[in-house]
C-alpha cells in the first residue's frame, strides 16, 4: 500500500487549500480511505474519511468547513479545506482505517504534508 499526499502549505485564516492523496497496491475503489491530522505531542486524529461507496465520515472540528472526495477512475482521494482556522494547523496524512466500516483505528498512511494556517 502506498499513500502519497500533496497540496499542504502556508494560508492565512479564512483561506482554502486542497489536499490531494495518490493512492496504489490496493483496490482503492472498494476501501474506505481519509485524511488525519497530528500536532506535535499528540497523536494521529481521523479530520475526515470516505467510504467505498461514497458516504462521509467528518470531524466535529470540521463539519461545514471541510469536503472530501475520491476518484476512483484516478486512485485520489481529496480533501477541500475552506474558512481555515489557526488550530487546523498540522501535518496531514492520507490513511486508511483498520476496519473498512469504521474511522477509528489507522491501517496504513502516507508520510504526510504540513498545512500552516498563520497570518
Known amino acids: 500500500v502506498q499513500l502519497v499526499e500533496s497540496g499542504g502549505g502556508l494560508v492565512q485564516p479564512g483561506g482554502s487549500l486542497r489536499l490531494s492523496c495518490a493512492a496504489s497496491g490496493f483496490t482503492f475503489s472498494t476501501y474506505a480511505v481519509g485524511w488525519a491530522r497530528q500536532v506535535p505531542g499528540k497523536g494521529l486524529e481521523w479530520v475526515s474519511g470516505?467510504?467505498?461507496?461514497?458516504?462521509?465520515y467528518y470531524a466535529e472540528s470540521v463539519k461545514g468547513r471541510f469536503t472530501i472526495s475520491r476518484d476512483n477512475a484516478k486512485n485520489m482521494v481529496y480533501l477541500q479545506m475552506n474558512s481555515l482556522k489557526p488550530e487546523d494547523t498540522a501535518v496531514y496524512y492520507c490513511?486508511?482505517?483498520?476496519?473498512?466500516?469504521?474511522?477509528?483505528?489507522?491501517?496504513?498512511w502516507g508520510q504526510g504534508t504540513q498545512v500552516t494556517v498563520s497570518s
Open positions: 490513511a486508511t482505517p483498520r476496519d473498512n466500516w469504521s474511522f477509528v483505528d489507522f491501517g496504513y
Open positions: 470516505i467510504y467505498g461507496d461514497g458516504s462521509t
